[in-house]
């Protein structure tokens, strides 16, 4: 059986190509050998894919955007398709069987930075969904962050929500109406 994975150079230790520069390449590890599959992307961060394998998405967390690329089951190269404007700090990715893509998001930035800096404040909480097929964005959920602070992942099964943080040491389960 052949091994696939994505992931970001970050994700391997190479720092960015300068200080001032959060832009990184996507690689492909076939079970033997890493190559570049897709290059400058503004700090990306979650990546997963659709459930047929044909699609690959990618949080572009400083590019406040979801970035969508056809991806061939042979070779695992990527092709551009479309960039989804989601107007947050997008951090982790999850695609539910329907095909919907599931966000983690962080709506103010410099409040996550804070947080980071300082547990004590709260950053707020926010997860989107997203319809691949209208590259239409729903706000699922929306919080100043004293429930759960940073939020970085989201994902649905059956009727809830389950919320992870970057930092805090719970998850937030809601359920979805």
């Given at each position: ?159 809830l929500l389950l919320i992870g943080s970057v930092f805090d040491e719970h998850i937030l389960l809601c359920e979805r109406r």
């Amino acid at each position: 059986m052949r091994q696939t994975t994505i992931a970001t150079l970050r994700a391997f230790g190479a720092p960015p190509k300068s200080s001032c520069d959060a832009d990184s390449d996507i690689v492909y590890y076939d079970g033997s050998a890493f190559r570049v599959v897709a290059e400058n992307v503004a700090y990306p961060n979650g990546i997963t894919m659709s459930p047929d394998g044909l699609s690959v998405y990618v949080a572009s967390t400083t590019g406040r955007a979801v970035l969508r690329y056809d991806r061939d089951p042979e070779t695992g190269s990527l092709s551009f398709r479309k960039s989804y404007d989601a107007g947050t700090g997008v951090d982790n990715l999850e695609v539910a069987s329907d095909g919907t893509v599931w966000i983690g998001a962080h709506p103010q930035m410099l409040a996550f930075l804070k947080n980071a800096r300082d547990p004590e404040s709260f950053s707020p909480s926010q997860v989107l969904s997203l319809d691949p097929s209208s590259g239409t964005f729903r706000e699922e959920f929306l919080s100043l962050g004293d429930d759960l602070s940073t939020s970085s992942v989201a994902a649905v099964h059956g009727k809830l929500l389950l919320i992870g943080s970057v930092f805090d040491e719970h998850i937030l389960l809601c359920e979805r109406r």
